[in-house]
């Protein structure tokens, strides 16, 4: 008994080694969402040209906005899936502390859309407002829920430093970065593909994300909504977003029952040939 339980543990070190090879190293996998589908390399960088969001100037205030994924792995969106848009919107990031140099900020919740057809409508220079504009980011198919990860002891889940200007007023540049987690609990399509604790972290555990942003306050496309620091598109911006996608958890099951299949098989033929 104990000679064969010696053994089941081996196999289950072997089948947990071939999983966690296969979880590591999983090539492009193709994601459903809308009508439609989008094949996603298996260690996908997004690349956002369009991010717009508000501007905050005291503790306590909200960060907010939206945008649109362009490029995944420098390839454009449209040559992944056909007629089809990837956007986001994000909130409360929560400012916990600023100056006219920087910012830093916890929390933070972000929702991928994966739109096809008239869902395809995200334009914001050509749009009323930015209140159109966070609507047409979020009618696709929900397809990631994210949150803010710690980034330092502090709890804090993105940190801003002004390149030039003043961040309390109205005119500045500015880069920053921070990390998400998959959100579990949400219904996000693509969760349990992005699950992956891929991004090392220094607090908290591993992350799912880590993104680089920069952006500035001209170039907006609704500057009339700007004068109180309060419109959703006052700060435009750019944003790169590392992660690592997996099969379908189910396929990695099929894949462990049929390792641990095998296994089990063998024993039966040196019992057999006994």
């Known amino acids: 008994m104990e000679q064969t339980m010696k ?3 081996k196999l289950a070190a072997a089948v947990s080694a071939a999983l966690a090879t296969q979880y590591a190293s999983a090539g492009a996998v193709t994601l459903y969402g809308d009508g439609g589908s989008i094949n996603m390399p298996g260690t996908p960088s997004f690349q956002v040209a369009s991010v717009y969001e508000n501007a905050v ?46 910012a830093t900020f916890t929390g933070g919740k972000v929702n991928v ?31 990631l829920t994210l949150t803010g990860h710690a980034i330092d002891g502090s709890g804090n889940t993105l940190a801003s ?60 496309p609704h500057p009339g909504e700007c004068t109180q620091l309060a419109g959703a598109s006052c700060v435009a911006g750019s944003a790169d977003i590392r992660g690592a996608v997996i099969p379908e958890p189910g396929t990695l099951a099929l894949a462990g029952l049929g390792l641990m299949g095998l296994g089990f098989g063998s024993k039966r033929r040196k019992i057999a040939a006994c």
């Open 7 to 9: 053994k089941f543990i």
């Open 57 to 102: 100037n005291a503790v306590g205030q909200e960060l907010k906005g939206y945008g649109e994924i362009t490029q995944i792995n420098g390839a454009n969106i449209g040559t992944l899936c056909n007629g089809c848009e990837l956007t986001f919107t994000f909130d409360s990031y929560i400012v916990n502390s600023i100056s006219s140099t920087e």
């Open 113 to 143: 859309y994966l739109g096809f057809g008239g869902n395809n409508d995200l334009n914001p220079f050509t749009s009323a407002s930015s209140a159109a504009d966070v609507a047409a980011a979020s009618n696709g198919a929900l397809f």
């Open 161 to 220: 430093t002004v390149f030039s200007g003043d961040l309390l007023g109205l005119a500045f540049t500015f880069f920053g970065g921070g990390l998400w987690d998959v959100d579990m609990a949400g219904a996000g399509l693509a969760n349990a593909n992005f699950n992956t604790d891929s991004v090392l972290a220094a607090f908290g555990g591993n992350a799912d994300f880590a993104f680089d942003t920069s952006g500035r306050t001209s170039g907006v």
